[in-house]
């Protein structure tokens, strides 16, 4: 028997939260658990689950914050409740398929090798879908202009660039020690379990959509067609790509200090982190590019590239 726990923030999503739910109470590998964090919602979100909860089978708890704490820290304080071998991420707006939970549990299984001291965490692709599930892309990935990377080396990208989403993640019980506490400087949690599992860890991806990314007016961040003229003018944005990079610098440095309290200075781990770290606070670009720290695609890199450099020398010219 594999107790899994899933973690649901949620903030006025009386619209779409009892089809997610709904969507987890058909799944064919029954969860544990669901922690449900509410982020003082404004609607009836937190009545809709209740009244879901008093029907179902699966132990519902609903925590509600005392203030708002935003999207990653209220699943952070949703995390550090769960009491299941693996945890699941959830979102309040999408539909899973009946099989995600048991395909990612087969998957996580493997890369543990009954060794559950691993940290190890798997994701899916998903399939992008619009407000009423009409299918926009089969893949998330590639509509994002994204693809899976199994090199060893990923958090080099990752550090840069998230492509793990947290709705479409499953990770086990050791991940989610080496995880905590969050750095407060992290952008959103599933960024900053995909950073710290990829230095420290194992990831694997399962190559098939398990989860209908549902696109409407409110989504925190949602899916956006790389392709398309908007996806192209986003690259472009000067104040919102520059506000990114700052938010980039500052998560990696409360990385480094995580890093630093885990392991300590003298490890190669905590040395690896600290050098691109001072790269990135210095704009060294082409230190950067040798030594493999990227976005994916070769435009949103050059982008990155670019703005950064523009960014060091903006920083130096204010001191």
């Known amino acids: 028997m594999h107790n899994i726990s899933i973690v649901m923030a949620t903030y006025n999503g009386a619209k779409f939260v009892k089809e997610q739910l709904d969507s987890i109470k058909e799944q064919k590998q029954k969860p544990y658990e669901i922690i449900v964090v509410d982020d003082c919602s404004t609607d009836n979100t937190v009545e809709i689950i209740k009244r879901w909860a008093e029907t179902s089978s699966i132990s519902c708890s609903i925590h509600v914050n005392d ?39 087969n998957k996580i299984k493997d890369i543990e090798q009954n060794n559950s001291s691993i940290p190890a965490l798997v994701y899916t692709d998903m399939r992008v879908v619009d407000e009423k599930l009409n299918s926009l892309n089969q893949s998330f990935l590639a509509y994002e202009g994204m693809k899976n990377i199994d090199a060893k080396d990923k958090y080099k ?56 990314y549902r696109q409407h007016g409110n989504n925190v961040y949602g899916a956006h067609s790389y392709f398309s003229i908007q996806g192209m003018l986003g690259l472009f944005n000067f104040n919102k790509r520059i506000i990114r990079i700052r938010e980039i610098i500052a998560q990696l440095q409360g990385f480094k200090l995580f890093m630093k309290k885990k392991y300590g200075t003298e490890s190669n781990r905590y040395i690896e982190i600290d050098k691109i770290t001072s790269m990135l606070e210095n704009g060294e670009v082409y230190k950067l590019w040798k030594n493999g720290v990227c976005q994916q695609g070769k435009i949103r890199t050059c982008c990155f590239y670019l703005l950064l450099y523009f960014f060091s020398i903006i920083k130096k010219r204010a001191v």
Request: aromatic share 10%; hydrophobic share 45%; charged share 25%.
């Open 157 to 212: 990208v990752i550090m840069l660039h998230n492509y793990i989403t947290g709705c479409a993640l499953l990770m086990n019980k050791k991940a989610k020690e080496e995880c905590i506490p969050f750095s407060n400087k992290a952008i959103m949690h599933d960024w900053w379990i995909a950073l710290v599992i990829s230095v420290i860890g194992k990831i694997g991806f399962i190559n098939k959509p398990m989860v209908k």
């Open 67 to 105: 203030k708002n704490m935003g999207a990653c820290k209220s699943f952070e304080k949703g995390l550090l409740l769960t009491t299941g071998d693996y945890i699941a991420f959830c979102d309040q707006d999408d539909v899973w398929e009946k099989d995600k939970l048991s395909i990612s549990l």
